[in-house]
């Protein structure tokens, strides 16, 4: 064969190449629409009814060279890049994502804004015990001009013979406490069916990390009109966060905060590993505010200080952690909470490094 001849077949190549690309473009499109249209009818992006017929079109009308087996290889390369475009589309769609909606979501808790420049602190016990346990905190809280003050009523466990927490009994203190002071108050809840009666007794609804793909719970606190604190998962990645928090959104609460509070990796010189990076790829990715919550991330007090520091530099819209009047005898948790004394230093600090203004 000449190289004449070469040539003039690797033109030849090179057009049905190019005709190849418009082909495997238009049919992309196609699938677009057709994403679109199954999207409004709530139908399902995969259809394996439908698949099966097209790589039964394609072995019926195969002439060769190629075997049909590999013919038909490669056009499942195809449809699984064309499922994989829908799904970009989706994404790109998501009601939470910066992408939809460039400013920040602020949310007003009582006049508290979480979201905007000003970096707040949350702040608590981790288990409501008593109304004289939570008023002490709060009053300490009060007097250092913070008002976000967290409390678990419904405490997640990992034993069941260990403290479940005070439930309605744990409702009633934290709203008592809050009218009393003037305070915002943000409780776990744990199960869909305690949604509704918590409206009236707190400001912020938290969905614990054991709960983060607790659909139902999700869909639940999605469905109300009341700011939603949601707990990465401590092994989400952070499409599966950023999905979850979407359930709330299309359920019609818009009120959402994002709470890093580590993940579970093979390192156990903390309780988990704060994943500092999650803030801004949350950031970037979300137009939601961003919690740390320190306490659970590290589990140790000597490790309070500078991680909230680090959360503060890298732009967390707030910083949680736990207090309680006296941590040695708390019902959960006691080894990580700070006393009263030792958060006034926490918050001391904080200020003279010029990380918190709050
Ligand atoms: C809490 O904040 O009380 C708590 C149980 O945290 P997490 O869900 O992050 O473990
Ligand atoms: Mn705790």
Known sequence: MSNEQLDQLRDQLDE???????LINERARLAQEIGQVKRKAGQNRFDPVRERKMLDLIAENNKGPFETSTLQHLFKQ?????????????????LVSRKKHPEDTVVDLKGEKVGNSEQKLVAGPCSVESYEQVYEVAKAMKDQGLRLLRGGAYKPRTSPYDFQGLGQEGLEILK????????????????????????EYIDVIQVGARNMQNFELLKEVGAVNKP????????????????????????????????????????NA????????????????????????????????DLLLPTAKAAFAIGADAVMTEVHPD??????????????????????SL????LFKG
Request: hydrophobic content about 40%.
């Open 327 to 348: 941590p040695a005898v708390a019902l959960s948790d006691s080894a990580q909470q700070m006393d009263i004394p030792t958060f006034d230093d926490f918050l001391g």
């Open 351 to 354: 200020r003279e490094a010029g």
């Open 78 to 94: 195809i449809f699984k890049a064309s499922l994989e475009l829908q799904e970009d589309d989706n994404s790109k769609s998501l």
């Open 176 to 199: 008592r406490v809050g009218d009393e002071l003037d305070m915002v108050t943000i409780s776990e809840i744990v199960s869909p069916k305690d949604v509704e009666n918590a409206l």
């Open 228 to 267: 939603v604190l949601l707990k990465r998962g401590m092994s989400a990645t952070m499409d599966e966060f950023v999905k979850a928090a979407e359930y709330i959104h299309a359920n019609g609460n818009s009120e959402i905060m994002l709470c890093e509070r580590g993940i579970r990796t093979y390192e």
């Open 16 to 22: 049905v190449n190019l005709k190849l690309l418009d």
């Open 270 to 301: 903390t309780r988990n590993t704060l994943d500092i990076s999650a803030v801004p790829v949350l950031k970037q990715e979300t137009h939601l505010p961003v919690m740390v919550d320190v306490t659970h991330s590290t589990g140790r007090r």
